[in-house]
């Protein structure tokens, strides 16, 4: 165990996080992404146990999101005809952004299968226990300073 690195970040996602360059990406999944079949050329980090929002005010603890990307946030919207509504944990990822990156994190907000598509390409996907629908949340890392 580290001081000030949240007991939520384990030694392999923290080094995974470390791993990460400017623009690279990172998925933080709910319970049903399909992790391993869409990260095939991803890190996936397993944090089983662990809810997506204390997952987001972790790593954002740790990495700033892409200053120069007008949207680094990305969310899975919800397919069109479902009767779900907006998912409220969208809330809490708003509360969690705002106290972290309060002046750019902007948030696109993209089709199921397009959403699997550009997960395709990030760096690291973080496999949690996340029950919520829709939960599903992708960052680009910024530049540290």
């Not at 993209?110 to 949690?128: C, D, H, V």
């Amino acid at each position: 165990m580290l001081k000030g690195i949240s007991p939520v970040i384990s030694p392999e996602l923290l080094k995974a996080l470390a791993e990460m360059g400017h623009g690279d990406e990172l998925v933080i999944a709910d319970g049903n992404f399909p992790c391993h079949s869409v990260g095939k050329n991803a890190v996936v980090v397993r944090a089983d146990g662990h809810g997506v929002p204390e997952i987001l005010a972790a790593v954002l603890e740790l990495i700033p999101l892409d200053t120069y990307t007008e949207k680094p946030v990305a969310l899975m919207e919800v397919v069109p005809g479902d009767t779900f509504g907006t998912p409220e944990i969208w809330q809490t990822y708003e509360e969690i952004l705002t106290k972290y990156e309060p002046e750019h994190h902007a948030i696109d907000y993209t089709e199921r299968f397009a959403f699997y598509e550009r997960a395709k390409g990030a760096y690291l996907i973080i496999a949690t226990g996340e029950k919520a629908i829709y939960a599903n949340i992708l960052l680009k890392k910024g530049v540290v300073k």
